[in-house]
Structure formats: C-alpha cells, structure tokens
C-alpha cells in the first residue's frame, strides 16, 4: 500500500528518533535472559522502522548522496522534486512511498504493547510509563498515526505519476488537489505538533 510522507525534517526527526530507545529496550530485554512476547514485537517493530526509514525522502537525501556505500543496499530514493502552487508558492513536498501491511502491524504491535504496559502499571497502583517510555509511547503514535493517515486519492495519483517520471523538476500542483493538499498536511502538522503551541505555529508555518 502507497502512503503519503511529507518531505519535513520534523517529521523525520521523529521518526529517527525512535531508533535508539527501541534498541535500548531489545538490549534490556536481551540481557534479561528470557525469551518474551515483548521482546518479539519490539524486534520486528524495530526491523520494520529500518525497512520504512530507508524509503524516506530526507534519509535517502542525507545519506546516499554523501555516503552511498551505507545506502547500497537500500531501495533507490524518489526523485526529488520542486512542488509549487498556482500561484508560485513554494510548497512542502509530500511522497508516495510503498509499505507492507505487515511492517505497519508490526510498528502498531509495537505501540499497542506500550499501551498495554502502561495500562497494566496503572491497575498496578503504579504511576504508568516511566518518562523516556511515555516519550517513546508518544512519538511512535504520531508517527504510526502520519503513516496510516488515508492520502486523497486524486493527490496521491497526481504524485505517483509526478514521482514516476523519475526526474527531479518543478510541478506545479494542479487546482483540484490544492484543497486535498491543504487538509492533508494540515492534519499532519496536527499529528506531529498539537499539544505544544509554540511548535505546533512554528511547524504550521513551514506550509504555506
């Protein structure tokens, strides 16, 4: 199945920045010496995170361009591309990636574990997630919540056929999909941002 990612260094910040408490919880659960439910389904999340992060556009951007023997093995990147509006606006790119249903379970496993832990603390009479977990909990949500966000089938067509002309131009984005535009990358600001206003104005404002 095709999502729609923004071409948004906060959105990749995000993203990126669930590797390392993902790894530190399969090291914990590694050394405990027990093999566990939990301890599978942070493993595959944490392959599925490497599978979807080697298609985003800024990673295949920073990272294949100056140091193409880390990215060898990795999928070829979409070709960059300039989106403007009618007016000449410069607008944020969005990109058509394709991803599996079963690295999308494994990621919503992975959150629905947290969930779960949290919830199973709490009946517990303890205060729930610690507060890097909480954090972890909460990027991952948004996250899995951007991936699964439903694209505007006229704006995801009109860029799958962008993309698949495999150059890198300016494309002036047609006026029955700057309305699906807008309230898709509205609803992703939303996502990412919400709950901290000074964020949440200075992310709006990357997209006129």
């Known amino acids: 199945m095709y999502v729609l990612v923004p071409d948004d260094p906060v959105f990749y910040a995000k993203f990126q920045s669930l590797e390392e408490p993902l790894l530190h919880h399969l090291y914990r659960l590694h050394h405990a010496s027990v093999e566990s439910d939990e301890e599978r389904i942070i493993s595959e999340a944490y392959d599925s995170w490497v ?3 080697l298609k985003l556009p800024l990673w ?6 100056d140091v193409p023997e880390v990215s060898a093995g990795a999928e070829p990147s979409p070709p960059r591309y300039i989106l403007h509006s009618r007016r000449g606006d410069h607008l944020t790119s969005l990109y058509p990636i394709e991803v599996t249903a079963v690295d999308l379970g494994h990621l919503t496993a992975c959150l629905d574990l947290f969930a779960v832990v949290d919830a199973g603390s709490v009946d517990k009479g303890d205060a729930g997630l610690r507060g890097g977990d909480r954090r972890l909990a909460d990027v991952l949500r948004r996250v899995m919540d951007v991936l699964l966000l439903p694209p505007p ?27 699906e535009y807008q309230r898709f990358c509205e609803e992703i600001v939303h996502i990412l941002s919400s709950g901290d206003t000074f964020a949440y104005l200075s992310h709006r404002a990357m997209y006129p």
Request: charged share 20%.
């Open 60 to 65: 295949a951007r920073w990272h294949t361009e």
């Open 51 to 53: 599978r979807v992060l």
């Open 153 to 179: 089938s006229g704006l995801l067509d009109f860029l799958r056929y962008v993309v698949a002309r495999q150059a890198a131009l300016p494309v002036t984005l047609p006026s029955e999909c700057e309305q």
